[in-house]
């Protein structure tokens, strides 16, 4: 297994003060405007996307074929996210009651749909690629420590943005199930599939079952 590159740790403090700042602003208000999610989510997405480049010589948004296989992906994502929001929806029925069509008044559904596109594309971009590629140099290659410690990582985020105990259990098993996703389809970029998962995930579990 290749050493890690030299400039991936300060790479990743970079994005780590990204975060750090956007927990901050969120926590001292409480309405920021949907402008305000795109510029963080698109910041942290351009600089996953030059440090994987960088470090690791990938090409995030390239395709092995062709680009036609864009559509196909975002297809195979949709299927996807839509399975683990029933999946997730099953097992949380065991222990509460769910909602269904929660939110289909929200306002400004076209903006809010545009971020979530956006945050879908960000998160899937670290912590399915640069944060997991870093991990598994750390880990000498160890596919299942890398793995639970980026779904770690992850949930921690989601620990840190609500503070639920329900949301860190579905983000940490949602982070392994898109790993497990990337590391099945070798042939090809999944990253079109892991951000399409992501994003009708998101869509599901607001507008059409809250968990």
Not at 35 to 51: E, I, K, P, R, T
Not at 55 to 60: E, M, P, V
Not at 86 to 93: D, L, T
Not at 161 to 172: D, E, Y
Request: net charge positive; with cysteine.
């Amino acid at each position: 297994m290749k050493a890690l590159p030299k400039h991936c740790l300060p790479h990743h403090a970079v994005l780590l003060l990204v975060y750090l700042s956007a927990l901050f602003l969120t926590s001292r208000a409480a309405n920021l405007p949907n402008l305000f999610y795109m510029a963080f989510n698109g910041l942290v997405l351009g600089l996953s996307a030059a440090y994987l480049r960088r470090d690791f010589d990938t090409d995030l948004f390239r395709l092995k074929r062709t680009a036609a296989n864009v559509v196909r992906q975002v297809l195979t994502g949709l299927g996807l996210g839509c399975l683990l929001a029933v999946v997730f929806a099953g097992v949380a029925m065991l222990f509460e009651d769910i909602s269904l069509f929660p939110r289909l008044g929200i306002q400004n559904a076209a903006g809010f749909i545009l971020v979530q596109m956006i945050v879908a594309l960000a998160e899937e971009a670290y912590f399915n690629y640069y944060l997991y590629d870093t991990l598994m140099r750390l880990f000498r290659g160890k596919a299942v420590w890398s793995m639970a410690a980026a779904a770690a990582l992850f949930a921690g985020v989601h620990w840190a943005m609500n503070g639920s105990v329900k949301q860190v259990v579905i983000a940490f098993a949602f982070r392994l199930a898109a790993l497990l996703v990337r590391q099945i389809i070798r042939r090809d970029n999944a990253f079109y599939i892991c951000a399409g998962m992501h994003f009708f995930y998101n869509l599901m579990v607001f507008f059409v079952i809250s968990i």
